[in-house]
């Protein structure tokens, strides 16, 4: 980050790999070496994207800060900054700001199991804690992964899925709204298939995002299940615009969403009038 | 140490003529019976005779377009360059010690960790010349009920007290001092006898206790009161324009993906649009939740959140000029009358 | 005829069936009145009348048009002009809305008022009308003040829908008759008089003072768009920023998108914190409206707005 919070530093993309037919990972490079050094970043924290003359868009680091070289986002087309990013090819060039947000608390879920419920674009954002913890993996107990999508075609990082399947030291279930012909694995809604497993509890921390009606109800089989709303996190999306506390967009209750966030527990949140509603 | 010092109406002219030559000068001036804060060029284009501004002198420190930085490609390759800083240092005259306190309410959303660069440019290099108000300037004022006093100098590098042929200088800062000493031999001391004599008259101006406002409107969030006050709302957005504590702002950019320029410029959370995303999705759907939001910004969240009084500073501009007739004080009253959940 | 009004009201409200009434209060200070949205009987005595009620009200009706309940409002003969335009322009239901005529005598301008008095506005705690004059008082003080002095300009010229069928009036509700006042044209006149770099400074002085508050369109009862232009994102049409050329965009489309449809009911002008002289543009389009289609807008509940309609014999100048 330079003096000017407003600022963005110039990046290259080195590689675009698409994802699901509207999203794809665009992996960066700073062009500044000293900013590349610099940019230190917890998981669950996020950057502002930019595109110059089209505007800035918030969008969650997906890689791991354990990974040197580069940095991660996977972007879903939704609007007209996503869409001019999806324009990108690599050489091109971009304004990255950040990193932003508070991060998910790595530090105090250290010797716990983790449980992490994802559907559809709402993986990229964990995948980054995710990478990370398998990048520490013995500082960490169980890690289990539920996570599913409208159809095959929308699942993100089909390739680490698989990666992900193959270890040992790691549980993953994936799930479909809807099958096709590719298909063999379950097919179900996130909510359903999450009691189906019930994770006990004890110990665990829950972490989850995707579309809000996924977390209403997973948060609702979570309570069921045993879990405290202070044990289930998830990272919160909220129009955001300077990424840095100051612009209200994202001002709720007396949070800054692009500053005690985007990462919250069910217990923070529920103590935030209208945060819940939202 | 405030020192207090006297000029006359007629040296304090010159005074600021000979401040124009060094800095900025930056007061009111009369545009179709408006006033707005501008850059003059002497002291005679300035209207001290005035209540206050339309538009808060926020706008000095946080204007409502601001150049943040231009791009240009060339080729694969981007360049940024940052906005110039001010040509001139900048002296303000003729605020008034509301708008002074909402100065340093600003202060602790734009100086905070995350420090606001233009702002604190503006802020470190412009001085404050306040001028303490008739009381009330207006008859909706009500800057008292949040312990702002009118003869306060506190806030600013200098205070001017009308006091009928001249005016009372208070003088508090090394900066206020520097200023003084351009005006050399206008200024005089006062003896003890015109101590006791140049007397401002005493502030008038009951005060509303809102000592329990913040926990009685805690207890409404879910009150059906908001539905019926945002009924007469039209959702122009003129309080959130002229309310010296309001500062959010929208970002974007103009030109080409060739060149341009990124802006901030003035928003508006009482726009339905504001809290809007991309997905459709809505935080603040109704003008119930827009009007809500507001009141909860001003005297709960933002205290909250900033350790701060209120984010009021009693300037009525909102209730002056709101179009539907939503009067701010009638709501703390009403706020201050409630015993919790109504009717609806 | 304020219990009157009252009366009027209770009855209204104790027939049942209704979302809430309409009318004006007394706010913080008396000499400002607000809109008053009455729910419950309790409510009724906040009602009041007089030559401060400056307001028009009917744009809250379009925003009530959607509730279960019908919406009662009091209007001034001006202000029914924009319930025959709601209706007419399919915004409404005229069965959901029961429309209260109240007796007009002219209303006073709070900005001239306000420069009569001086700072003796803010002690003012009463406005009668008294004939000729308002009876304001002033502390202690009954002033006179003449009507002509402090008459909203379009009072000089009232204006009522012809034949309009009011639910309720608390008397005869007949257009104001005052001769004073200039000609109803003549700012309009004095400004097409003068050429044109002098017409452009005029206009581009008014429009780079223009905050972009949008107050101008929202207090518009014929602004009811679901999506104004202005504020579409893509296609973006115009930045935020209050930039010159974005201010007269937005104004001279404004004025456009209003033609056939505006009343004139001043609101526009009224609620401008910058005091743009929004009724010298707004006239401009009425008169160029009324010269070309022999036509006003609010006048008569069957004819068709004439920018939504063709006749064989309508001027084309531009063809």
Same mark, same amino acid.
């Given at each position: 980050m330079t003096d000017n919070i407003y600022l963005p530093s110039i990046a290259t993309v080195k590689e675009v790999r698409p994802e699901t037919p509207d999203t794809s990972t665009f992996v960066v490079t700073f062009d500044d070496p000293e900013v590349s050094d610099s940019f230190t970043y917890r998981p669950g924290q996020f950057a502002e994207l930019s595109i110059f003359g089209v505007g800035e868009c918030p969008i969650g680091i997906a890689s791991s800060p354990t990974w040197k070289d580069c940095v991660e986002f996977c972007v879903r087309a939704v609007g007209t900054v996503t869409n001019a990013i999806h324009d990108l090819e690599a050489g091109d060039k971009l304004g990255v700001r950040g990193p932003l947000g508070n991060g998910w608390p790595t530090g105090e879920i250290e010797g716990k199991d983790l449980l992490f419920i994802g559907g559809g674009i709402g993986l990229p954002p964990l995948r980054s804690l995710i990478q990370y913890v398998l990048d520490n993996r013995e500082r960490y107990g169980e890690v289990q992964i539920v996570y599913g999508a409208r159809s095959p075609q929308d699942l993100v990082y089909k390739e680490e899925l698989k990666q992900w399947e193959e270890r040992s030291d790691v549980d993953l279930a994936v799930t479909v709204d809807v099958g096709d012909e590719t298909w063999d694995g379950p097919v179900g809604f996130v909510p359903p298939f999450l009691r189906e497993i *019930? /994770?006990? /509890?004890?110990n665990r921390v829950a972490f989850t995002c995707g579309p809000p009606i996924m977390i209403r109800l997973v948060v609702e089989a979570l309570e069921e299940m045993g879990y405290a709303y202070a044990d289930i996190v998830t990272t919160l999306e909220m129009k955001m615009k !300077? &990424?840095? &506390?100051? !612009?209200?967009? !994202? *001002?709720?209750g007396d949070k800054y969403i692009c500053r005690d966030g985007p990462v919250f527990t069910f217990e923070e949140l529920r103590r935030i009038p209208g945060a819940l509603e939202a | 140490m405030v020192q207090r010092k006297k000029i006359s109406k007629s040296d304090l002219g010159r005074w600021l003529d000979s401040v124009a030559e060094k800095y900025e000068l930056v007061g009111p001036t009369k545009d179709e019976e408006v006033h707005l804060f501008g850059p003059v060029s002497s002291g005679a284009e300035m209207d001290l005779e005035y209540s206050n501004s339309l538009i808060p002198p926020k706008s000095l420190f946080f204007p409502q377009v601001e150049g943040l930085f231009a791009f240009h490609k060339r080729g694969k390759e981007i360049e940024l360059e940052e906005a110039k800083p001010l040509e001139k240092d900048r002296v303000v005259v003729g605020i008034r010690n509301c708008d002074v306190r909402s100065l340093s309410l600003l202060d602790r959303v734009f100086l905070d960790d995350l420090e606001d660069s233009y702002y604190r440019e503006r802020r470190d290099r412009t001085a404050l010349i306040a001028l303490a108000c008739p009381t009330p300037p207006r008859s909706s004022c009500f800057c008292t009920t949040f $312990?702002? %006093?009118?003869?306060?100098?506190? $806030?600013? %590098?200098i205070l001017l007290i009308d006091v009928g042929d001249l005016y009372l200088v208070d003088v508090v800062t090394e900066r206020g001092q520097e200023l003084v000493a351009l005006g050399e031999g206008l200024f005089t001391t006062l003896t003890e006898a015109e101590e006791k004599e140049l007397q401002p008259p005493p502030v008038d101006m009951p005060a509303l206790d809102v000592g329990e406002l913040k926990e009685r409107l805690d207890a409404l969030w879910e009150d059906g009161y908001w539905d019926k006050l945002s009924l007469p709302c039209l959702g122009c957005g003129i309080c959130t324009y002229v309310c010296p504590t309001c500062h959010c702002f929208d970002i974007s950019d103009v030109g080409s993906t060739s060149a341009g320029i990124r802006y901030r410029c003035w928003d508006s959370c009482m726009y339905g649009d504001f809290a809007l995303m991309a997905s459709g999705e809505n935080a603040r759907p109704s003008r119930r939740e827009r009007m809500r939001n507001r009141y909860f910004h001003k005297f709960s969240t933002f205290p909250s959140r900033y350790g701060t009084g209120y984010a009021c500073v009693g300037c009525a501009r909102c209730l002056v000029h709101c179009p539907g007739g939503v009067e701010i004080t009638e709501v703390i009253k009403d706020i201050l009358g409630k015993e919790g959940v109504s009717d609806g | 005829m304020q219990d009157r009004l009252r009366e009027t009201v209770r009855q209204i409200l104790g027939g049942g069936g209704m979302a809430y009434f309409i009318g004006y209060a007394e706010g913080a200070e008396p000499h400002r009145v607000v809109p008053c949205f009455v729910t =419950? =009987?309790? =409510?009724?005595?906040?009602l009041v009348w007089g030559p401060l009620c400056v307001q028009n009200l009917s744009k809250y009706v379009l925003r009530g048009r959607d509730l279960e309940g019908k919406v009662g409002v009091l209007v001034k003969g001006c202000d029914a002009r924009a319930i025959v335009e709601l209706v007419k322009q399919n915004q409404i239901n005229r069965e959901k809305v029961v429309v209260v005529g109240v007796p007009c005598q002219g209303q006073a301008d709070p900005r001239k008022l306000g420069r009569v008095l001086g700072p003796d506005l803010e002690r003012v705690s009463r406005v009668e009308d008294a004939g000729d004059e308002f009876l304001v008082t002033v502390g202690e003080e009954s002033r006179r003040v003449a009507k002509e002095d402090v008459l909203l300009d379009k009072c000089f010229h009232c204006r009522h829908p012809l034949a309009f069928e009011y639910d309720f009036t608390l008397g005869d509700v007949v257009p104001f008759e005052i001769e004073a006042g200039e000609p109803e044209y003549a700012a309009v006149e004095r400004l097409e008089g003068l050429p044109l770099e002098e017409r452009r400074a005029f206009w581009q002085k008014q429009f780079g003072r223009c905050i972009r508050c949008n107050a101008c369109r929202e207090a518009c009862y014929a602004c009811y768009c679901e999506e104004c232009i202005f504020d579409r994102k893509a296609p973006r049409w115009l930045d935020r920023p209050p930039l010159l050329p974005e201010n007269e965009l937005y104004h001279l489309i404004r004025a456009v998108h209003l033609a056939g449809r505006c009343i004139d009911c001043g609101e526009c002008e009224r609620v401008c914190p910058m005091n743009i002289p929004l009724s010298r543009l707004y006239k401009k389009v009425q008169k160029d409206v009324a010269e070309l289609f022999d036509y006003e807008a609010g006048m008569e509940c069957d004819s068709v707005p004439p920018l939504v309609n063709f006749e064989l014999d309508d001027q084309g100048p531009f063809m």
């Amino acid at each position: 980050m330079t003096d000017n919070i407003y600022l963005p530093s110039i990046a290259t993309v080195k590689e675009v790999r698409p994802e699901t037919p509207d999203t794809s990972t665009f992996v960066v490079t700073f062009d500044d070496p000293e900013v590349s050094d610099s940019f230190t970043y917890r998981p669950g924290q996020f950057a502002e994207l930019s595109i110059f003359g089209v505007g800035e868009c918030p969008i969650g680091i997906a890689s791991s800060p354990t990974w040197k070289d580069c940095v991660e986002f996977c972007v879903r087309a939704v609007g007209t900054v996503t869409n001019a990013i999806h324009d990108l090819e690599a050489g091109d060039k971009l304004g990255v700001r950040g990193p932003l947000g508070n991060g998910w608390p790595t530090g105090e879920i250290e010797g716990k199991d983790l449980l992490f419920i994802g559907g559809g674009i709402g993986l990229p954002p964990l995948r980054s804690l995710i990478q990370y913890v398998l990048d520490n993996r013995e500082r960490y107990g169980e890690v289990q992964i539920v996570y599913g999508a409208r159809s095959p075609q929308d699942l993100v990082y089909k390739e680490e899925l698989k990666q992900w399947e193959e270890r040992s030291d790691v549980d993953l279930a994936v799930t479909v709204d809807v099958g096709d012909e590719t298909w063999d694995g379950p097919v179900g809604f996130v909510p359903p298939f999450l009691r189906e497993i *019930n /994770p006990s /509890p004890k110990n665990r921390v829950a972490f989850t995002c995707g579309p809000p009606i996924m977390i209403r109800l997973v948060v609702e089989a979570l309570e069921e299940m045993g879990y405290a709303y202070a044990d289930i996190v998830t990272t919160l999306e909220m129009k955001m615009k !300077c &990424g840095v &506390g100051k !612009c209200g967009r !994202c *001002n709720i209750g007396d949070k800054y969403i692009c500053r005690d966030g985007p990462v919250f527990t069910f217990e923070e949140l529920r103590r935030i009038p209208g945060a819940l509603e939202a | 140490m405030v020192q207090r010092k006297k000029i006359s109406k007629s040296d304090l002219g010159r005074w600021l003529d000979s401040v124009a030559e060094k800095y900025e000068l930056v007061g009111p001036t009369k545009d179709e019976e408006v006033h707005l804060f501008g850059p003059v060029s002497s002291g005679a284009e300035m209207d001290l005779e005035y209540s206050n501004s339309l538009i808060p002198p926020k706008s000095l420190f946080f204007p409502q377009v601001e150049g943040l930085f231009a791009f240009h490609k060339r080729g694969k390759e981007i360049e940024l360059e940052e906005a110039k800083p001010l040509e001139k240092d900048r002296v303000v005259v003729g605020i008034r010690n509301c708008d002074v306190r909402s100065l340093s309410l600003l202060d602790r959303v734009f100086l905070d960790d995350l420090e606001d660069s233009y702002y604190r440019e503006r802020r470190d290099r412009t001085a404050l010349i306040a001028l303490a108000c008739p009381t009330p300037p207006r008859s909706s004022c009500f800057c008292t009920t949040f $312990g702002i %006093d009118p003869l306060s100098p506190e $806030g600013s %590098d200098i205070l001017l007290i009308d006091v009928g042929d001249l005016y009372l200088v208070d003088v508090v800062t090394e900066r206020g001092q520097e200023l003084v000493a351009l005006g050399e031999g206008l200024f005089t001391t006062l003896t003890e006898a015109e101590e006791k004599e140049l007397q401002p008259p005493p502030v008038d101006m009951p005060a509303l206790d809102v000592g329990e406002l913040k926990e009685r409107l805690d207890a409404l969030w879910e009150d059906g009161y908001w539905d019926k006050l945002s009924l007469p709302c039209l959702g122009c957005g003129i309080c959130t324009y002229v309310c010296p504590t309001c500062h959010c702002f929208d970002i974007s950019d103009v030109g080409s993906t060739s060149a341009g320029i990124r802006y901030r410029c003035w928003d508006s959370c009482m726009y339905g649009d504001f809290a809007l995303m991309a997905s459709g999705e809505n935080a603040r759907p109704s003008r119930r939740e827009r009007m809500r939001n507001r009141y909860f910004h001003k005297f709960s969240t933002f205290p909250s959140r900033y350790g701060t009084g209120y984010a009021c500073v009693g300037c009525a501009r909102c209730l002056v000029h709101c179009p539907g007739g939503v009067e701010i004080t009638e709501v703390i009253k009403d706020i201050l009358g409630k015993e919790g959940v109504s009717d609806g | 005829m304020q219990d009157r009004l009252r009366e009027t009201v209770r009855q209204i409200l104790g027939g049942g069936g209704m979302a809430y009434f309409i009318g004006y209060a007394e706010g913080a200070e008396p000499h400002r009145v607000v809109p008053c949205f009455v729910t =419950e =009987e309790s =409510e009724v005595q906040n009602l009041v009348w007089g030559p401060l009620c400056v307001q028009n009200l009917s744009k809250y009706v379009l925003r009530g048009r959607d509730l279960e309940g019908k919406v009662g409002v009091l209007v001034k003969g001006c202000d029914a002009r924009a319930i025959v335009e709601l209706v007419k322009q399919n915004q409404i239901n005229r069965e959901k809305v029961v429309v209260v005529g109240v007796p007009c005598q002219g209303q006073a301008d709070p900005r001239k008022l306000g420069r009569v008095l001086g700072p003796d506005l803010e002690r003012v705690s009463r406005v009668e009308d008294a004939g000729d004059e308002f009876l304001v008082t002033v502390g202690e003080e009954s002033r006179r003040v003449a009507k002509e002095d402090v008459l909203l300009d379009k009072c000089f010229h009232c204006r009522h829908p012809l034949a309009f069928e009011y639910d309720f009036t608390l008397g005869d509700v007949v257009p104001f008759e005052i001769e004073a006042g200039e000609p109803e044209y003549a700012a309009v006149e004095r400004l097409e008089g003068l050429p044109l770099e002098e017409r452009r400074a005029f206009w581009q002085k008014q429009f780079g003072r223009c905050i972009r508050c949008n107050a101008c369109r929202e207090a518009c009862y014929a602004c009811y768009c679901e999506e104004c232009i202005f504020d579409r994102k893509a296609p973006r049409w115009l930045d935020r920023p209050p930039l010159l050329p974005e201010n007269e965009l937005y104004h001279l489309i404004r004025a456009v998108h209003l033609a056939g449809r505006c009343i004139d009911c001043g609101e526009c002008e009224r609620v401008c914190p910058m005091n743009i002289p929004l009724s010298r543009l707004y006239k401009k389009v009425q008169k160029d409206v009324a010269e070309l289609f022999d036509y006003e807008a609010g006048m008569e509940c069957d004819s068709v707005p004439p920018l939504v309609n063709f006749e064989l014999d309508d001027q084309g100048p531009f063809m």
